[in-house]
């Protein structure tokens, strides 16, 4: 396991950029993989997504709800729920 990498990689014009070949190989990040975009004390963490939905167990539009992953459609039924 990769551990503690630091490389230079650039954004095009966008707003996209490439993970280099060899950090996705190592990390088991395949094209169309959804990733976790985390930003700690300025610094940008990108994780892969190793579960779906609490609810339902998709893996497409995720969102934080009191600390649990849940897709779009399950917070808005959740959400319809509490108010
Ligand atoms: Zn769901």
């Given amino acids: 396991m990769l551990k503690n990498v630091r490389t230079v990689i650039n954004m095009d014009k966008t707003g996209r950029i490439k993970l280099p070949s060899g950090i996705m190989e190592a990390l088991d990040i395949k094209v169309g993989d959804y990733l976790e975009l985390i930003i700690q004390e300025g610094i940008i963490k990108l994780q892969k997504i190793s579960?779906?939905?609490?609810?339902?167990?998709?893996?497409?539009?995720?969102?934080?709800?009191?600390?649990?992953?849940?897709?779009?459609?399950?917070?808005w039924d959740i959400n319809d729920s509490e108010y």
């Fill in 51 to 75: 579960q779906g939905c609490a609810v339902c167990g998709q893996v497409h539009n995720l969102h934080y709800h009191k600390n649990n992953l849940v897709c779009i459609n399950c917070l």
